[in-house]
């Protein structure tokens, strides 16, 4: 149960969220006779969607529990809006609850109200919702890219705004580099946070969708991914034009070369290794195991 929390106490939105709320932080008061700071009754139909949300879905079924909850309980927790005009309102946070109310039936909705411009709307609705623990990752990313874009922030601006290092909010922001299909994956919570992120250390978008169907077809733990992207980096060192060169010179040898090499190797007493290249350079490799081996061999060279 949601117990409604102290409007005289700071709610961990943020110092951003806090900053922005600071000349507006009293509700205004309801009809009632008591002094203190209220919450109003507002009619459900003169609350206007709010065009910032950064929730893009509601997972039908927790929203149906919700809306049965409130049939018996009532909102808990209050929504906040702004005034557009009297009595008219739009929804800063709380659309989820909005929703739910509409399908329990209830006419009014208790409201803190607020008075804010667009640019304070989009901020305080975009920070409220990035503080709920139940916004899933890509919701949180998306909602980091407009702070930047729309708000004009700097990533350590962010950072400190929503109170999170700029580590973090990065790791969020690359998220939204990932295709379409593993982003919708992250949306649904059908792949965690700490599969995308080993998933997203992968440039190539078509090695990056191998990973995330081998995550979803076997199951991988997030370390079992890691070692996947650690074992696919390796592979597409080994295909880098230099190392290609040097795995086309060391398998160069042409069968005259191998001769020589197996005659040397008897003359000598030990393997010899030659190495060659297309254009006929290489070199040719003696190895001695002791310094009476290395004495054996310069008397065979007459040295």
Do not use: W
């Not at 929504?79 to 005009?85: D, E, G, M, Y």
């Not at 922030?153 to 700029?166: A, F, P, S």
Request: glycine share 6%.
């Amino acid at each position: 149960m949601t117990v409604m929390s102290d409007p005289k106490k700071k709610n961990g939105l943020g110092r951003g969220l806090g900053a922005l709320l600071k000349d507006t932080e009293q509700p205004l008061k309801s009809n009632r006779d008591d002094k203190g700071p209220s919450i109003d009754q507002i009619s459900i139909d003169s609350i206007e969607m709010n065009p910032y949300q950064p929730r893009t879905h509601f997972e039908e079924e927790a929203l149906q529990e919700l809306s049965e909850s409130i049939k018996l309980h009532g909102i808990i927790q209050p929504i906040t809006v702004r005034r557009l005009s009297v009595g008219k309102y739009q929804l800063i946070s709380g659309e989820r609850r909005t929703q739910a109310s509409k399908r329990a039936g209830l006419k009014t909705l208790p409201a803190y109200i607020r008075e804010a411009n667009d640019q304070q709307m989009l901020e305080m609705a975009l920070i409220e919702n990035i503080q709920r623990e139940n916004l899933n990752a890509l919701e949180v990313a998306l909602s980091y890219q407009r702070l930047i874009s729309e708000c004009k922030l700097k990533q350590e601006e962010l950072g400190d705004r929503v109170g999170k290092k700029r580590t973090t909010v990065n790791n969020y922001l690359r998220l939204l580099k990932l295709p379409p299909d593993i982003q919708a994956a992250i949306r649904d919570q059908r792949l965690s946070m700490g599969h995308a992120r080993a998933i997203v250390n992968v440039e190539e978008a078509d090695k990056q969708l191998y990973i995330f169907n081998q995550i979803l077809n076997e199951d991988l733990s997030v370390r079992a991914t890691e070692e996947l992207v650690r074992n696919i980096g390796q592979k597409r060192k080994e295909q880098t034009p230099a190392a290609k060169a040097k795995a086309e010179a060391s398998s160069s040898n042409s069968g005259e070369i191998n001769q020589l090499q197996t005659r040397l190797s008897s003359h000598f007493g030990t393997k010899i290794n030659i190495k060659s290249d297309k254009i006929g350079k290489g070199e040719i490799k003696i190895p001695f195991v002791s310094v009476d081996d290395l004495n054996r061999i310069l008397d065979i060279l007459n040295l």
